[in-house]
């Protein structure tokens, strides 16, 4: 129990109010320096007492009553006044611990914890609030003061020692005051404030205990601790100090910080155990062996697979020796050494320890039982590692039917088995049955586990993954981060899972396009990796890869190439060189090379890749869908029209048949087949393909999408050029394909090979429209920027320099383009570049979408202009302005510039000029009162009058406006759309 206001820092400087003149900013003087007491002075306070008091009762028998008629702290009492201990070390000095404790530890507890701490920092002098305290005039203090001087004087001390007892429920964790204390540690943290827990000797051979009992001790022990369950004895206390905790660290991070200490506390104490046990040389005895099995069963959760694996063998030959070869025991062991040898990445030899496992454990106990279940499960686990999908399935339904019938639905290892399932259907790239199995193992894990397991995280991570290849960016994001949260408070930042989940973080937001946040994500994650996990492991392999992709989307190619071909390196190394992933960097390498122009070097690349995909994922996989995509566009650079059509065919089966018909993908796979009309002279195709490209990529990633500005650029520079196709007002073109232009830079920079082309359309665009200065300064631009970053010679950069020379030549010899007419071919590849394409001498009276119309073109620019927002507005903006949103995880609330669609779409973006969205949802209900709004934590600008809930299918939005005005504004539009009710 935390006694109100107990925290009295006694000084030795006695203050007294002061009157001073008023002057600008006065300089806030130094709090005095907290007196502090000796270890000796400690333990003969302790000598008084039995070892079962707690400090209470100390409290109550001792340091109450002495001190009664003085009303004075304990230390005040003139028996100490200048006392000194045998060694003539003095008892009171200068605070340099604070110590953070509950006064229902038993006395005895606090006082080994200070022990140990003397122990280890000689001449500490403790702030320990039993003695330092007046307890007759503490509950007097208001509570700016704690939050002020209090604060303050932990800060002058400088280091704060966490007494945590019991280990596995830690009562300070459980009390405001308590966190109180944790708080000022954690902000006092960026002026050198030091934080370290410590436990008595006693909860050694408790923890010993637990362990032994159950492997899951520990985890289930971390998972319990939740600083936002803490009580006090008077509720405002508790109001204020959760105030204060959110509006600072957040409560998150308390119990990150308290549990990642914890932590590192439970695996020092556990493998100092161990380690002392092996290190007699003594045959292990029947509790030490099932001791040292059950941590290695904890640290394969906990993260450290290679010091589990390390215990695992020692079990495995302590069992060998005194239970025999056929012993139950013995496949429970070699389970173990498969599951973190699986986390080590040493996939065949997991899945020869599983195999060996079943084969005992149904010769033995037979083939429908709990062990056989989890055999089955490991194997499928290293199968579907090593591209076996096939088997991999049949050994999750195996293990699944045997887990039904023997302990049901809602158990731990169903859980495993369903999320395994989940995971194959993954790589078979049925996402949406991967979700239900996901889901299914997340509903089970919630109610046997809790909420904040890493077994739950587990499955939302892989719910996650399938949001990102069915295209939702920002679902797939949200559960990333609810698994992110409950990873690295459970677990710490440090952890291998914590770098898979920042390694999918930033795979959705280079997705969406952010390639600034994406970066950092990806580098995070290969930070963690290369301490946790080592510089050879496949996961560091796939971190190489993403940064490599992230180079590729910078144009930086050979940075690019030089992540692949180490990431290459380690998986022929771990995984063979046919294995799929290994195809999948050699696929990247390719692409690079391609965009470089060594066409016959990528296309080589790409043959070997394609024979990999079809050998290890099948012939109707997604992978080998892209492979066909990207050898047909090689192929189409080096002239050979006939097959790369045949290859864009294959893959436009594949996808439609996989992915449908508006997945994002799809996209790009259009406006391949835009290339190619174009390159045959086939110009109404060529219209039809890129429209397709631009309403996909519209539809599936938001307005001002690189995907649609990219493909909006080629569709309107080829409309210029067709003599039928000109616009009324040519300003109309030129103002499109300047969106696409604006869209790009801001999206890849100033310098990339993409905004390059955009330059390069404009300016095909200008020049069609009679501009001439125009022309030639998007030309030059694109050949300013091609020089520099493919080189002189690339087929792109000679076609711009080819282009200006064209463009100058004629405005040389005619004056303004617009003067004279000159006939081109369409072909858009270096060979067929030669010859430039001048702009109609006259323009029909027609608008743009008429025009297009009139050549028969099945997805013209005017059907695009119905599906999205960039190219027109016939699906029109409803309403828009600034709202602030909490966020789906982290609760944090940001200011968003929000648009209603007339089809009852929500999209959000950073900033007005719409081009970075960061969510979109469906709107299906909207309200501004009743129990859903009450119940949201609003943030104190947020006036009820301007509060308002925006329901989607899956989560309800929580937005407030500037201004009552404006919510009504909201409120009205929403009120008449036809699509959304009014809840």
């Not at 308290?258 to 439970?266: A, E, F, G, N």
């Not at 586990?449 to 290849?469: F, I, M, R």
């Not at 073109?733 to 993409?754: I, Q, Y």
């Not at 429209?769 to 970053?789: D, F």
Request: aromatic content about 8%.
């Amino acid at each position: 129990h935390k006694h109100k206001h107990k925290h009295t820092l006694h000084t030795n400087h006695t203050m007294s109010a002061a009157v001073c003149e008023p002057a600008p900013n006065p300089p806030t003087p130094a709090a005095p320096a907290p007196l502090g007491v000796s270890i000796a002075f400690i333990k003969r306070l302790a000598a008084r007492a039995t070892p079962e008091m707690r400090t209470e009762e100390v409290f109550e028998k001792f340091v109450k009553g002495e001190t009664l008629e003085r009303q004075c702290a304990f230390v005040e009492l003139p028996e100490f006044a200048g006392a000194c201990d045998d060694s003539g070390q003095p008892y009171i000095a200068p605070a340099t611990c604070f110590v953070s404790h509950a006064w229902k530890y038993p006395f005895s507890a606090s006082v080994d914890v200070m022990t140990q701490y003397a122990e280890a920092h000689p001449n500490t002098f403790f702030w320990f609030d039993l003695v330092i305290n007046n307890q007759h005039t503490a509950p007097s203090r208001e509570y700016t003061f704690w939050t002020t001087t209090f604060r303050q004087s932990i800060e002058n001390i400088g280091k704060v020692c966490l007494v945590l007892y019991p280990w596995d429920n830690p009562i300070p964790l459980t009390r405001a005051w308590c966190l109180f204390e944790i708080l000022c540690a954690l902000l006092g943290k960026e002026k050198g404030v030091d934080l370290q827990v410590l436990l008595p000797h006693s909860e050694r051979e408790a923890l010993q205990r637990g362990i032994q009992d159950s492997f899951e001790a520990i985890m289930k022990a971390l998972v319990a601790i939740r600083a936002e369950n803490a009580t006090a004895a008077v509720t405002a206390d508790k109001d204020l100090i959760f105030t204060a905790i959110r509006e600072s660290v957040g409560f998150s991070r308390l119990n990150m910080e308290v549990k990642d200490s914890l932590r590192h506390w439970y695996v020092e104490t556990c493998t100092g155990i161990a380690d002392a046990m092996l290190a007699t040389g003594n045959a292990l005895t029947e509790d030490q062996a099932k001791f040292v099995f059950n941590l290695a069963s904890a640290l394969g959760d906990l993260g450290s697979s290679a010091k589990a694996l390390t215990y695992f063998n020692v079990v495995h030959e302590t069992y060998l020796k005194s239970k025999g070869e056929r012993d139950p025991i013995i496949a429970r062991v070699l389970l173990g050494k498969a599951e973190v040898q699986h986390n080590l990445g040493v996939f065949a030899k997991s899945l020869e320890h599983a195999k060996e496992a079943l084969a005992l454990t149904t010769a033995v106990e037979g083939a429908t039982t709990i062990t056989a279940a989890r055999a089955h499960s490991c194997m499928a686990q290293a199968s579907l590692a090593q591209d076996a999908l096939a088997s991999s399935l049949a050994s999750l339904q195996i293990a699944l039917e045997i887990l039904l019938q023997c302990v049901g639905e809602q158990h731990t290892l169903t859980a495993l088995v369903l999320s395994e399932t989940g995971a194959v259907h993954y790589r078979q790239t049925h996402y949406k049955q991967s979700i239900e199995f996901y889901e299914r193992s997340a509903a089970i894990r919630r109610a046997l586990l809790g909420e904040h397991h890493p077994d739950v995280a587990a499955s939302l991570t892989g719910v996650g993954l399938s949001y990102k290849q069915l295209g939702e960016d920002d679902r797939a994001i949200d559960f990333y981060q609810q698994a992110l949260s409950i990873y690295t408070t459970v677990l710490g930042e440090n952890s291998s899972v914590v770098a898979t989940v920042l390694n999918n973080l930033a795979a959705a937001y280079n997705a969406k396009g952010d390639h600034e946040a994406s970066i950092q994500f990806f580098e995070r994650s290969l930070a963690i990796k290369l301490v946790t996990l080592g510089p050879d492991h496949p996961s560091v392999s796939v971190s190489l890869t993403n940064i490599g992709g992230e180079y590729f989307s910078a144009g930086l190619y050979r940075l690019a190439i030089d992540y692949y071909e180490r990431s290459m390196r380690i998986k022929i190394a771990t995984l063979g060189p046919d294995h799929s992933g290994t195809a999948t960097c050699r696929n990247n390498i390719a692409l690079a090379l391609y965009a470089m122009g060594e066409y016959d070097k990528a296309l080589e690349q790409f043959e070997v890749t394609l024979a990999s995909y079809k050998a290890s994922c099948g012939e109707r996989h997604v992978r080998t869908a892209t492979t066909y995509l990207n050898m047909a566009l090689v192929l189409r650079c080096k002239g050979r029209y006939a097959e790369a059509r045949k290859y864009l065919e294959l893959c436009e089966s594949i996808r439609l048949e996989t992915l449908g018909e508006t997945h994002r993908d799809m996209s790009a796979l259009y406006r391949a087949f835009g290339w190619l009309a174009e390159c045959e002279g086939k110009v109404v195709e060529a219209l039809e393909a890129y429209g397709k490209a631009v309403a996909i990529a519209e539809l599936a990633q938001g307005p001002g999408s690189r995907e649609a500005a990219f493909s909006s650029a080629h569709y309107l520079a080829l409309v210029s050029k067709h003599p039928t196709c000109a616009a009324e007002d040519p300003a109309l073109l030129s103002g499109l394909c300047r969106e696409s232009l604006a869209t790009l830079t801001k999206v890849l920079g100033a310098n990339h090979p993409d905004t390059a082309t955009a330059h390069y359309c404009l300016g095909i665009v200008e020049k069609s429209s009679g501009n001439s200065n125009a022309a030639m300064e998007q030309l030059r631009a694109a050949l300013v920027i091609r020089e520099a970053k493919l080189g002189k010679t690339h087929p792109d950069t000679v076609k711009a320099a080819e282009e200006l020379a064209a463009v100058a030549r004629i405005a040389t010899t005619t004056g303004p383009l617009g003067s004279a007419k000159t006939t081109g071919n369409l072909n858009d590849t270096a060979a067929s570049a030669k010859a430039s394409v001048a702009a109609p001498a006259t323009h029909p009276k027609a608008t743009l979408a008429t025009a297009v119309a009139g050549v028969q073109v099945a997805m013209s620019l005017a059907a695009v202009r119905e599906r999205t927002s960039t190219l027109s507005r016939a699906l029109h903006v409803v309403v828009e302005g600034w709202l602030t949103k909490q966020g789906g995880t982290l609760r944090t609330w940001r200011r968003r510039f929000f648009r209603l669609f007339s089809d009852g779409t929500v999209r959000y973006f950073t900033d007005e000029t719409c081009t970075r969205e960061q969510g979109n949802f469906e709107c299906v209900s909207f309200g501004t009162s009743g129990f859903s709004i009450n119940a949201c934590r609003w943030p104190a600008d947020a006036q009820p009058r301007t509060r308002m809930a925006l329901m989607a299918a899956r989560r309800v939005y929580f937005v407030f406006a500037a201004t009552a005005e404006e919510t009504d504004r909201w409120v009205v539009a929403l009120g008449k759309h036809p699509l959304i009710a009014k809840s």
